[in-house]
């Protein structure tokens, strides 16, 4: 079970800060907390990886600070609790560093605009806003200190404060605020559970002939047997060959 799978993310008043994510365990009528994994983890009986960085867990029991939690693909693990963060209102992270956020935030599904908030490093006690940012080729995470009043209220900028981070979120999360902080959906976390089809090719590279590429490469109005990537590509070659076939 993932995160989220829609890059639209449906804002509730419902949710309180306290309040994590919870799943229902059906077979055993009782509920796990939401958590993600912040690296991978080998079993003992093996060389491979059975939890990757960025993982959706559900946390079965705890136990002198050792987690049993099940993957999306319905297996469980016994780890220790500092492999994991616990999520809540799917965007709050608890016990992760700046790096963290920067590894899970720069991770496959996420884009630019994707966030969470995590307790800050720098200012113990108080909270930061983690928010991938892109422009262009270049792929970055900014990071807000989300400071806080005596009466309890929180605020970035002085000229808006909220008295819940619920509702920090929400205001920047509004495609209308205007802010420089502009937020779309909580950090995606990522499902093993998803499978990725892999589509076989009809296309014979024997009985491939030049001329043929270079009728898929222009393109018609039939299926194409090339696919877009492998098109640039080849015409990027075919220029190369070309042009180097015309030097003195």
Same mark, same amino acid.
Request: with cysteine.
């Given at each position: ?11 509730? @008043?419902? #949710?309180?800060?306290?309040? !994590? ?6 077979? $055993? ?10 690296? &991978?983890?080998? !079993?003992?009986?093996? /060389?491979? *990886?059975?939890? %990757?960085?960025? /993982? ?14 099940? $993957? $999306?693909?319905?297996?469980? %693990?016994?780890? !220790? =609790?500092? #492999?994991?963060?616990?999520? =809540?209102?799917?965007?709050? %992270? ?14 496959? !599904? ?28 270049? *792929?970055?995470?900014?990071? #807000?200190?989300? =400071?806080?009043? *005596? ?10 404060? %909220? ?8 205001? #920047?999360?509004?495609? $209308? &605020?205007? @802010? ?9 976390? =990522? ?12 296309? &014979? ?15 018609? &109005? ?13 015409? @990027? ?7 180097? @076939?015309?030097? /003195?």
């Amino acid at each position: 079970m993932g995160c989220l799978t829609s890059r639209f993310w449906h804002r509730s @008043a419902a #949710y309180r800060l306290e309040d !994590p994510v919870v799943m229902s365990d059906e077979a $055993s009528g009782n509920h796990m907390h939401m958590a993600v994994a912040l690296c &991978n983890f080998p !079993p003992q009986r093996s /060389d491979e *990886h059975t939890i %990757f960085l960025g /993982d959706s867990l559900n946390i079965i029991s705890e136990d002198n600070g050792m987690l049993t939690v099940r $993957s $999306s693909s319905g297996t469980e %693990f016994f780890i !220790p =609790h500092t #492999y994991v963060s616990k999520v =809540h209102n799917r965007w709050l %992270f608890e016990r992760i560093t700046r790096r963290n956020a920067e590894q899970l935030l720069m991770l496959p !599904p996420n884009y630019s605009g994707c966030f969470l908030i995590r307790e800050s490093q720098s200012f113990p006690g108080s909270y930061s806003l983690s928010m991938r940012q892109d422009g262009g080729h270049a *792929h970055n995470v900014k990071h #807000y200190r989300i =400071h806080q009043l *005596h009466n309890g209220w929180y605020y970035i900028h002085h000229s808006h404060y %909220f008295s819940t981070l619920t509702q920090l979120v929400d205001y #920047y999360s509004r495609s $209308s &605020n205007g @802010a420089y902080c502009q937020l779309t959906e909580p950090c995606l976390l =990522h499902d093993s559970n998803t499978a990725v089809a892999i589509q076989r090719s009809s296309l &014979n590279w024997r009985d491939l002939s030049r001329s043929m590429v270079q009728r898929q490469l222009k393109g018609t &109005n039939q299926e194409s047997l090339v696919s877009e990537g492998l098109r640039e590509t080849m015409k @990027a070659y075919f220029y190369v060959t070309e042009s180097s @076939a015309c030097e /003195d």
